[in-house]
């Protein structure tokens, strides 16, 4: 009968093999070789690397999965939702947004300003801030804007009717 032939595999240090790997690699790219090592280690640290290989493998998957949804009207709508929020968000100018949040009272601002025995101002007082100049403008930039609106919605309504 015949005999099995013995295999014996010496085990492996994987240690030492990187080390005469990187041992034979040239010293000009060491600097470089050190922040890669580095940002591997940060990304293996928080899971990025993780993250990136189920990714990959679920390939397929995501891919088909991403399509379908960016396939939908809703997410087509919110992209552009989105786009249109940033404009916007990006012509006005903060310095307007700074003097809105210095102006606002602060309690509204710290919760351990508020007081709740601290009384309402009176519709007299309230009135008469609404109808400061300042709050004429302010109010008037919010009637354009409902306006434009209205002006949307009226011309979407005749759009579907007609």
Known sequence: MAKPIQLDIPARNRE??????????????????ADLLALAEDLRRHNVINTLRGAVGAGGELVTYVAEAMAQPETARGMRNLIALGKLLGSINPELLETVQRSLPRSWRDPEARDDTTKAPSLWKVART??????????????VVLAGVGLYMARDKATRNG
């Open 16 to 33: 030492a093999e990187h080390r005469e790997t990187l041992a034979k690699l040239p010293v000009e790219h060491a600097e470089a070789l």
């Open 130 to 143: 609404l109808t400061s100049p300042p709050a004429r403008r302010a109010l008037m930039g919010v009637g």
